[in-house]
């Protein structure tokens, strides 16, 4: 079940155990048994399987972080092998959830994840090569930091990303406004902020649209939602219609 990812607690479910017991002839053990006599020795064997395949191989580790639907920092660490011939093995060593995401807690994830494959002074022999590591800084962060930073140049455009985003979200009535008016669009976007770009693509949906955002905010009434009454004082910025611009054409 691990090996297919199918979370242990399914065995509590009365029809699951039932047809496991019918084609196994066994009586299947309790989620809470599982855990305690078997996982951490299927664990133990996986870290061999992985220390045994990278042993004594020129090695790469990836860490990327990122947050999950409850707001928490959750950092993956993959190692792999590099070959001149054809493509390293591959593992996932181990996931972890971060207090912060910083330098200093990634650097303390990368030492304990090493540990996790040689415990025993792990690396002494990592140690010894430390000062050859070569950091290679994630592209697609970096782009992300330039799409953040233009988000925080151009608040006008933020906040006309985030209120017709709000005025149209879970707001069957509205849609169909829009619908009626321009039919062939798609609806506005909803960036998610640590999906990196999308923000970016919201402005350069919104510089595309203007005049049938703009249209259809005239015709919701300010009271129904206090997002409409920002959107129509957004809409009347001198230079909102430049900034979207700008940013679609750099």
């Keep these: 079940m691990l090996s297919a990812n199918i979370p242990l607690y399914k065995l509590e479910n009365k029809h699951f155990r039932e047809f496991l017991e019918l084609y196994t002839k066994k009586e299947i053990p309790k989620e809470a048994t599982l855990r305690k006599g078997y996982v951490d020795n299927l664990f133990v064997e996986t870290i ?3 220390k045994k395949c990278v042993d004594g ?3 790469w580790v990836s860490i990327d972080e990122t947050t999950d639907a409850e707001g928490r920092f959750i950092a993956n660490v993959i190692i792999g092998t590099l070959t001149i011939d054809e493509p390293g093995s591959i593992f996932l060593l181990n996931s972890e959830k971060l207090e912060k995401s910083n330098h200093s807690t990634i650097f303390k994830l990368f030492d304990q994840s090493l540990n996790l494959l040689w415990p025993q002074g792990a690396g002494k022999a990592i140690q010894n090569l430390y000062t050859k590591i070569i950091h290679v800084t994630c592209l697609a962060h970096g782009l992300h930091r330039v ?3 233009i988000r925080n140049q151009y608040k006008n455009v933020d906040q006309l990303v985030s209120n017709v985003e709000k005025t149209f979200l ?4 509205r849609i169909q406004t829009l619908k009626s008016v321009a039919s062939d669009i798609p609806l506005p976007p909803q960036p998610i902020l640590t999906r990196w770009g999308t923000w970016i693509d919201a402005a350069l949906y919104y510089c595309k649209h203007f005049e049938i955002i703009k249209q259809v905010i005239d015709m919701l009434d300010e009271n ?4 409409i009454k920002k959107c ?3 809409l009347k910025s001198n230079n909102l219609e430049a900034n979207l611009a700008f940013i679609m054409s750099n």
Excluded: G, L, R, T
């Design 48 to 50: 061999e399987k992985i």
């Design 57 to 59: 191989k020129i090695i």
């Design 147 to 149: 799409a953040e930073e």
């Design 170 to 173: 879970k707001a069957p009535s």
């Design 224 to 227: 129904d939602a206090e997002s």
């Design 232 to 234: 129509k004082q957004i």
